[in-house]
């Protein structure tokens, strides 16, 4: 099955968060890969935060978007263990700060050296411009393999 250039995260791809270090009722995790435009899932105040990913089958990451808000570091990790553990970092970076604007932050993977497979992917915000940091989507294109 290929996904080339699709965002294999939407929640209709067989994706699903299995763990978010924070939940607000009217912002679940799940909005991040709900595919909607409007839902978003936010911190609480204290830092680190994360949330793990997982695709429904092993798949060859090439570029990860991120639209966010007021997120200042973030480490991505991966995992192509059948449980989540023995993560590895994938990328790492430092948003750019948008006052007043949703952050759209994009990591090319397509052209990093080493192996993108992942089963898993670990998203840890290290710090963020506000107490409070949101996502508003992840566009996650690759190839399920």
């Known amino acids: 099955m290929q996904v080339k250039g699709n965002n294999i995260a939407l929640q209709g791809s067989g994706s699903e968060i299995i763990l978010a270090t924070s939940s607000d009722e009217n912002h679940l995790p799940e909005c991040m890969i709900d595919g909607k435009d409007g839902t978003f899932w ?3 105040g204290m830092y680190p935060q994360q949330f793990v990913i997982r695709f429904n ?8 978007n991120i639209s966010s808000n007021s997120v200042k570091h973030i480490i991505v990790q991966k995992s192509s263990k059948s449980e989540p553990g023995d993560y590895e970092i994938l990328a790492e970076k430092v948003f750019t700060q948008t006052d007043g604007h949703l952050q759209d932050e ?4 397509g052209t990093a050296k080493g192996n993108t497979t992942a089963t898993y992917l670990r998203f840890v915000i290290n710090s963020g411009y506000d107490h409070f940091a949101s996502i508003h989507g992840l566009n996650i294109s690759g190839e399920f393999v």
């Open 42 to 44: 936010i911190t609480t």
């Open 106 to 109: 994009q990591f090319d993977l």
């Open 57 to 64: 089958q092993a798949a060859n990451i090439n570029n990860i």
